[in-house]
């Protein structure tokens, strides 16, 4: 992770999980203030709305109310105290009922708007209509009901001018009523105005903050990843010399710096292999120029070695055949020296070309063929030897199908069993010839073939040695070769995919065991 040194960018500081969370955490708390904000202006229009709905509109029709129940009971009295009849009392018991309901329910209202003025002016009306009643309504009723018309009508003036006082106070309050609702309509359409503005504003902060949000992430976190995309793709279609600069947030810098160092690594790597590469090509021209000096050297030691050598053979032959007999003896012995190392000289040579022939021929000319018939070939290049011995070979079980080179592979027979039968012991040789599956393999497929003697044997901590170029157990007068064999053979099998060793000695006579892969399955495809 890369350290704050001061000099990272704001936008650095933080991981692309922390810009996240500041950005939804400045939101919900802008939310929050919209929702309070929304709320308290809806609440003051709620309280507009209820002082219009619940408090001066039923307030104003109480009013009305109890105006028409005073003009019912000022009718009432009227008729009843010029006529003297008593049903125009009914209105008068009617109104004042009314009156009084419609002035209790007024008296509710007002108490519920919180509107002294409004308490005032009922308060005076009330006075008014007190007044009315008591000073003319009342003893009026009371002077007909006596008989005593006279002094109703006397006081009919009287009565009319207490109830215009009683109706002018009540028009004072519904005045009032009116000024207050208008003031309250005016309030509520303020309300409703702050409502909605305040809405808008809610609306623009949450969309200005999603916008300030989605530009913050997006400098932090989607450019630096578009450009670090970019970049990872080009570098990954071969343009190791680009750098990646870090960007953006804390962890998109922390990702970036980590591609660039795993960049830096690959190209150091790249630039390792490269001079691998160039020294790989140099070994392989050295190769190449070695090969084809070892091509010159088989040439020359096929042709012009070989002739001169014929010739030192062919004259020491030729002194053996004139001067046998006329010389002294150790004339004799020292020309059956030169004939002798002449003929060494001639097998060594040939084998040391057959054991560099080994592996030229490419491994697109391996044919498969029966392994028996390989058998078969050096069985019957060892015919003489065989019979010589009274030796015996015995093939257990049925050899399998190889692929490669018959020939070599006849060479390996025809050593390994030539071997049984040059190392013999007092016994005549007994060779067996086994083919197992190679345990070794692992079920991929492949053999195992063992050849066991009854031999002299050879020890245990030979085993190794045996194979190794012109190694020799024995002293060349005891047994003869050029000590080329087995180094020839383990070549032999290495070259066809396999490998070769001595098994541990449980008992008289060698076992040597080789392996060869099985035949590649025919393509379907």
Same mark, same amino acid.
């Given at each position: 992770?890369?350290?704050?040194?001061?000099?990272?960018?704001?936008?650095?500081?933080?991981?692309?999980?922390?810009?996240?969370?500041?950005?939804?955490?400045?939101?919900?708390?802008?939310?929050?203030?919209?929702?309070?904000?929304?709320?308290?202006?809806?609440? @003051?229009?709620?309280?507009?709305?209820?002082?219009?709905?619940?408090?001066?509109?039923?307030?104003?029709?109480?009013?009305?109310?109890?105006?028409?129940?005073?003009?019912?009971?000022?009718?009432? =009295?009227?008729?009843?105290?010029?006529?003297?009849?008593?049903?125009?009392?009914?209105?008068?018991?009617?109104?004042?009922?009314?009156?009084?309901?419609?002035?209790?329910?007024?008296?509710?209202?007002?108490?519920?708007?919180?509107?002294?003025?409004?308490?005032? *002016?009922?308060?005076?009306?009330?006075?008014? =209509?007190?007044?009315?009643?008591?000073?003319?309504? +009342?003893?009026?009723?009371?002077?007909?009901?006596?008989?005593?018309?006279?002094?109703?009508?006397?006081?009919?003036?009287?009565?009319?001018?207490?109830?215009?006082?009683?109706?002018?106070?009540?028009?004072?309050?519904?005045?009032?009523?009116?000024?207050?609702?208008?003031?309250?309509? @005016?309030?509520?359409?303020?309300?409703?105005? =702050?409502?909605?503005?305040?809405?808008?504003?809610?609306?623009?902060?949450?969309?200005?903050?999603?916008?300030?949000?989605?530009?913050?992430?997006?400098?932090?976190?989607?450019?630096?990843?578009?450009?670090?995309?970019?970049?990872?793709?080009?570098?990954?279609?071969?343009?190791?010399?680009?750098?990646?600069?870090?960007?953006?947030?804390?962890?998109?810098?922390?990702?970036?710096?980590?591609?660039?160092?795993?960049?830096?690594?690959?190209?150091?790597?790249?630039?390792?292999?490269?001079?691998?590469?160039?020294? +790989?090509?140099?070994?392989?021209?050295?190769?190449?120029?070695? &090969?084809?000096?070892?091509?010159?050297?088989?040439?020359?030691?096929?042709?012009?070695?070989?002739?001169?050598? @014929?010739?030192?053979?062919?004259?020491?032959?030729? +002194?053996? *055949?004139?001067?046998?007999?006329?010389?002294?003896?150790?004339?004799?012995?020292?020309?059956?020296?030169?004939?002798?190392?002449?003929?060494?000289?001639?097998?060594?040579? &040939?084998?040391?070309?057959?054991?560099?022939?080994?592996?030229?021929?490419?491994?697109?000319?391996?044919?498969?063929?029966? +392994?028996?018939?390989?058998?078969?070939?050096?069985?019957?290049?060892?015919?003489?030897?065989?019979?010589?011995?009274?030796?015996?070979?015995?093939?257990?079980?049925?050899?399998?199908?190889?692929?490669?080179?018959?020939?070599?592979?006849?060479?390996?027979?025809? &050593?390994?069993?030539? &071997?049984?039968?040059?190392?013999?012991?007092?016994?005549?040789?007994?060779?067996?010839?086994?083919?197992?599956?190679?345990?070794?393999?692992?079920?991929?497929?492949?053999?195992?073939?063992?050849?066991?003697?009854?031999?002299?044997?050879?020890?245990?901590?030979?085993?190794?040695?045996?194979?190794?170029?012109?190694?020799?157990?024995?002293?060349?007068?005891?047994?003869?070769?050029?000590?080329?064999?087995?180094?020839?053979?383990?070549?032999?099998?290495?070259?066809?995919?396999?490998?070769?060793?001595?098994?541990?000695?449980?008992?008289?006579?060698?076992?040597?065991?080789?392996?060869?892969?099985?035949?590649?399955?025919?393509?379907?495809?």
């Amino acid at each position: 992770m890369a350290a704050d040194d001061g000099r990272t960018p704001v936008l650095g500081r933080l991981t692309s999980g922390q810009w996240l969370a500041v950005g939804s955490g400045g939101l919900a708390l802008i939310a929050l203030g919209a929702i309070v904000l929304s709320l308290l202006a809806l609440e @003051r229009q709620t309280d507009r709305r209820d002082l219009l709905v619940d408090g001066l509109d039923p307030a104003a029709r109480s009013a009305q109310r109890l105006l028409t129940g005073l003009v019912d009971e000022e009718t009432g =009295v009227r008729g009843f105290a010029l006529t003297g009849r008593s049903q125009f009392l009914e209105p008068f018991e009617n109104g004042q009922a009314e009156s009084a309901e419609a002035a209790a329910d007024l008296r509710r209202r007002l108490d519920t708007v919180d509107r002294e003025q409004l308490v005032a *002016r009922l308060a005076t009306a009330e006075e008014a =209509v007190a007044a009315w009643r008591d000073g003319y309504a +009342l003893p009026a009723i009371a002077a007909v009901e006596r008989g005593d018309l006279g002094v109703a009508r006397d006081g009919a003036d009287e009565g009319k001018a207490a109830f215009d006082a009683t109706r002018e106070a009540i028009g004072v309050l519904q005045r009032d009523l009116r000024a207050a609702r208008i003031v309250a309509e @005016r309030e509520l359409d303020e309300a409703t105005r =702050v409502t909605q503005a305040s809405l808008v504003v809610v609306g623009l902060l949450l969309l200005i903050s999603t916008l300030v949000l989605w530009l913050i992430l997006r400098r932090a976190v989607g450019q630096p990843l578009a450009h670090l995309a970019s970049t990872s793709r080009r570098i990954s279609s071969g343009e190791y010399a680009l750098e990646l600069e870090p960007d953006g947030s804390r962890d998109v810098r922390d990702v970036t710096a980590d591609i660039e160092r795993m960049r830096g690594q690959i190209v150091r790597e790249l630039a390792a292999l490269e001079e691998a590469r160039e020294q +790989l090509e140099a070994q392989a021209a050295d190769l190449q120029r070695s &090969n084809e000096e070892l091509e010159q050297f088989a040439y020359v030691a096929s042709h012009d070695l070989q002739e001169p050598l @014929r010739k030192v053979a062919s004259f020491c032959q030729m +002194l053996e *055949r004139r001067y046998s007999g006329q010389l002294d003896e150790r004339a004799d012995q020292y020309i059956a020296f030169a004939v002798d190392g002449a003929k060494r000289m001639q097998i060594l040579i &040939n084998d040391l070309l057959a054991f560099s022939r080994v592996g030229r021929v490419g491994s697109q000319e391996f044919e498969e063929f029966e +392994l028996r018939e390989a058998l078969d070939d050096a069985l019957a290049n060892l015919e003489g030897p065989l019979d010589e011995a009274d030796g015996r070979v015995e093939i257990r079980g049925d050899l399998p199908r190889v692929r490669g080179d018959e020939a070599l592979l006849a060479g390996v027979f025809q &050593n390994l069993i030539g &071997n049984a039968i040059k190392f013999r012991g007092d016994a005549p040789p007994h060779v067996t010839v086994t083919t197992t599956p190679d345990p070794s393999a692992n079920g991929d497929g492949g053999w195992q073939v063992t050849i066991a003697d009854n031999g002299i044997g050879i020890d245990d901590e030979y085993a190794d040695r045996i194979f190794v170029i012109f190694q020799r157990l024995h002293a060349k007068d005891a047994y003869p070769g050029t000590g080329i064999g087995l180094a020839m053979t383990r070549k032999i099998i290495e070259y066809h995919g396999g490998r070769i060793w001595l098994e541990p000695s449980e008992g008289p006579g060698s076992t040597f065991a080789f392996t060869l892969p099985a035949p590649e399955e025919p393509s379907t495809a």
